[in-house]
T-cell receptor, first 112, second 114 residues
Framework: GENVEQHPSTLSVQEGDSAVIKCTYSDSASNYFPWYKQELGKRPQLIIDIRSNVGEKKDQRIAVTLNKTAKHFSLHITETQPEDSAVYFCAVQGGGADGLTFGKGTHLIIQP | DAGVIQSPRHEVTEMGQEVTLRCKPISGHDYLFWYRQTMMRGLELLIYFNNNVPIDDSGMPEDRFSAKMPNASFSTLKIQPSEPRDSAVYFC????????????FGPGTRLTVL
């Protein structure tokens, strides 16, 4: 089955700085790569996604890049704000499977 | 739209008891997913349905777990008998379409088995 590795597990950045979270996956047939944000005690919320025919996608302060050859994708958050503090999960879908395979999550801490 | 609805939001039960978790997907969605979240294992897919038919239950941990979707607006996940290691947050999600389509998560059910 699909294997998704996510790094780092914890990331602490100063408010206003950028944060980068990276994920690798194993199944080259995967073709959909969403990122979810989960605040404490809440449900995962989709913040951005990318499909395998696109290399980069941006939405205001958030961007995702995809390298299908290397089988890795990254989440970039610029100008971080206190409300960005949460756990972020990458996920992978495709290759005949409709369910999502999640990374283990990154706890992002924004230091004031 | 009310979004994905799950009940109960919290469940505390004793080992050996039967537990039933319920989910109402977003109206019109044709895919329904059950996920489990624990500190040790993270978020993992248990089973999913397409048009009320179970497609992949390879994530169901063992025979104590079963899931049904009798109609397009209701699904249940049952654990019988429950064990302390089943303690987790169980999320239901739905989508209109399969691969490449956004999945909307419900608020989750926090299950504690004593």
């Amino acid at each position: 089955g699909e294997n998704v590795e996510q790094h780092p597990s914890t990331l602490s950045v100063q408010e206003g700085d950028s944060a980068v979270i990276k994920c690798t996956y194993s199944d080259s047939a995967s073709n959909y790569f969403p990122w979810y944000k989960q605040e404490l005690g809440k449900r995962p919320q989709l913040i951005i996604d990318i499909r395998s025919n696109v290399g980069e996608k941006k939405d205001q302060r958030i961007a995702v890049t995809l390298n299908k050859t290397a089988k890795h994708f990254s989440l970039h958050i610029t100008e971080t704000q206190p409300e960005d503090s949460a756990v972020y999960f990458c996920a992978v879908q495709g290759g005949g499977a409709d369910g999502l395979t999640f990374g283990k999550g990154t706890h992002l801490i924004i230091q004031p | 739209d009310a979004g994905v609805i799950q009940s109960p939001r919290h469940e505390v039960t004793e080992m050996g008891q039967e537990v039933t978790l319920r989910c109402k997907p977003i109206s019109g969605h044709d895919y329904l997913f059950w996920y489990r979240q624990t500190m040790m294992r993270g978020l993992e897919l248990l089973i999913y349905f397409n048009n009320n038919v179970p497609i992949d239950d390879s994530g169901m941990p063992e025979d104590r777990f079963s899931a049904k979707m009798p109609n397009a607006s209701f699904s249940t996940l049952k654990i019988q008998p429950s064990e302390p290691r089943d303690s987790a947050v169980y999320f239901c999600a739905s989508s209109l379409g399969g691969v490449g389509i956004k999945q909307f998560f419900g608020p989750g059910t926090r299950l504690t088995v004593l």
